[in-house]
């Protein structure tokens, strides 16, 4: 699914109207039934309604649900602000319609506002501004906004909450923002609803269908898709009948140190659980007998050193390499690491302590294997890039990172965003608060690594294994629950994400 800048949603609303063709006012009425009905489902009649209206279309659209509400018997308040005395044609033409209303009690606000009681009881529709804000919000909307989030009142915001942008909120007034608890948006979600510090303006949102054209929003480029599971089900490939365990790549894993054999024991196990033909973990030799023991299926091969990742080893034969989790950062380490990086020819996926080694030395960066991938969570990302003030910000970094070092990147968190070296963003809708746990990052090595030993292309490894590893994390959330699953419960529910997306 695809996701629109403020600019080509306007485009888009055109050519739909153009090419349907459907009036611009009909286009509104259709945005209109979606939202009441919508609203309607969750509150009923009894509950009094305070509706805010704009100047512009999102206002026209909340004039045209005041319309439809009264109709269906719900007690209205409706507040239109008009501070320049002019409207655009469609939210005049509603505010006509709603006017001649006598069971709707309207207010046309150009100066003074009184502002109106609002309960706990009460529902605010929030219709101030939409896809066409250009700046902050300042003065008497200001106002307005912080009354509203002032308010005990419900509040359920029209296609975005007002004074939000749709993309970079960086310099915006964060005060003057409504606070909505629920957000319907039209068609296709914004960028912003899917930063984290945007939460508490978005509240739960929803996307209402409203039947842009189809033929316009696939012409219409974009660097910002939200990925779909028919998606990630087309790119997986099925098994010939006579396939045997060379067809499916031998990964190389180094990970690893004293105290830390675990997180190379559970990307070792994700990555067996994700198809991989062979998989052989390369250790130090203290951690031997825990690989050894703990994971059958598995080669091990020691490193010269007792406690750490210190020597590095041929990677020849291999068709992936895997390195970071668990491998500590010590001298001995850092060297081995740099050296490995610079003679591997295999895709590699570069993860935690890995990634901390490399944001000390930069320079190694620009020469990573061809069609690698970095697996930075934010902190990871940020000491790579150095610090940024909030979500918009480290994903213009790790967008010109991931194109400076010609690597791909699965920058981790609530919708994690595949990046690709020419700036394109592919964000996952799978995963749950109960993955924030030690070693699910493991996990995610495991996955993706298997993907690229089997021979995906690094692209279609991130998404894959992104997705897998969310979804089997949701798979582990409805048995386990958020609170007590851990990583290896993740691991435990691959083969059934797998199969959700396989069969
Ligand atoms: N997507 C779709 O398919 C459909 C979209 N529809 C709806 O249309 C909405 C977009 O409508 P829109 O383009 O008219 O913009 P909207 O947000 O109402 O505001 C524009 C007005 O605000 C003003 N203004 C801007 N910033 C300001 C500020 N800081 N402080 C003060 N004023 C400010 C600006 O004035 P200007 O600065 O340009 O003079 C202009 O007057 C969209 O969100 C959705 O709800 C549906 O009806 C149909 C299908
Ligand atoms: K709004």
Redesign the pocket.
């Known amino acids: 699914m695809k996701i629109f800048p403020?600019s080509s949603?306007?485009k888009?609303?055109a050519y739909?109207i153009e090419n349907e063709p459907i009036a611009?006012i009909d286009?509104?009425e259709?945005?209109?039934t979606a939202l009441t009905k919508a609203i309607t489902d969750r509150w009923n009649t009894e509950t009094p309604v305070t509706i805010f209206a704009?100047?512009?279309?999102?206002?026209?659209?909340?004039l045209?649900v005041a319309r439809m509400m009264a109709e269906k018997g719900y007690k209205l308040e409706v507040y239109l602000f008009n501070?320049?005395g002019?409207?655009?044609p469609?939210?005049q033409t509603n505010k006509e319609l709603v006017e001649m209303m006598e069971e709707v009690a309207f207010h046309e606000i150009s100066t003074q506002f009184v502002p109106p009681v609002l309960t706990p009881d009460h529902l605010v529709i929030d219709?101030?501004?939409?896809?066409?804000?250009?700046?902050?919000?300042?003065?008497g909307?200001a106002a307005v906004v912080k009354y509203i989030n002032s308010s005990p009142a419900m509040v359920v915001a029209?296609?975005?909450p007002?004074?939000l942008m749709g993309e970079e909120n960086t310099f915006n007034v964060k005060t003057n923002i409504i606070r909505a608890d629920v957000t319907f948006s039209?068609?296709?979600p914004k960028l912003a609803f899917l930063f984290a510090e945007n939460t508490e303006f978005v509240g739960e949102w929803e996307l209402l269908d409203?039947q842009?054209s189809e033929d316009g929003i696939e012409e219409t480029e974009t660097n910002y898709e939200m990925l779909e599971i028919e998606e990630i089900r087309s790119l997986i490939k099925p098994r010939k009948q006579f396939a045997h365990k060379g067809n499916f790549g031998h990964a190389l894993l180094i990970a690893g140190s004293k105290g830390m054999a675990g997180a190379s024991v559970l990307a070792a196990r994700a990555c067996l659980r994700s198809g991989v033909g062979l998989l052989t973990v390369h250790a130090p030799m203290c951690n031997n007998d825990i690989l050894q023991t703990s994971i059958p299926e598995a080669i091990v091969e020691t490193d010269a050193n007792e406690t750490c990742f210190a020597v590095p080893t041929d990677t020849d034969d291999y068709q992936a390499v895997g390195i970071g989790p668990g491998l500590g950062r010590n001298e001995e380490t850092e060297a081995a690491l740099l050296e490995q990086l610079e003679h591997c020819q295999a895709p590699v996926v570069v993860d935690a302590d890995a990634l901390n080694i490399l944001a000390n030395h930069r320079h190694a960066l620009t020469h990573l294997p061809k069609g690698s991938i970095l697996t930075p969570h934010p902190k990871e990302l940020e000491r790579l890039t150095g610090k940024c003030q909030d979500s918009y910000e480290r994903l213009m970094k790790a967008c010109e990172l991931a194109h400076a070092a010609h690597v791909h990147i699965v920058l981790k968190g609530a919708y994690s965003a595949i990046i690709t070296p020419e700036g394109k963003c592919f964000f996952n809708p799978t995963g749950n608060p109960g993955m924030a746990t030690g070693g699910s990052g493991d996990v995610l090595t495991g996955v993706i690594l298997a993907l690229l030993a089997q021979g995906y292309p690094t692209e279609e490894a991130a998404k894959i294994g992104t997705y897998i590893h969310g979804l089997a994390g949701d798979v582990a959330q409805k048995k386990q629950g958020m609170i007590g699953m851990i990583a290896s419960d993740i691991i435990t529910c691959l083969p059934t994400a797998w199969r959700l997306v396989s069969e």
């Open positions: 403020s949603i306007k888009l609303d739909t611009s286009l509104m259709r945005a209109a704009g100047p512009g279309n999102n206002g026209g659209d909340a045209a501070p320049k002019e409207l655009s469609d939210c219709g101030l501004f939409g896809s066409g804000l250009n700046k902050p919000l300042s003065g909307f029209i296609d975005i007002s004074g039209l068609q296709l409203i842009l």
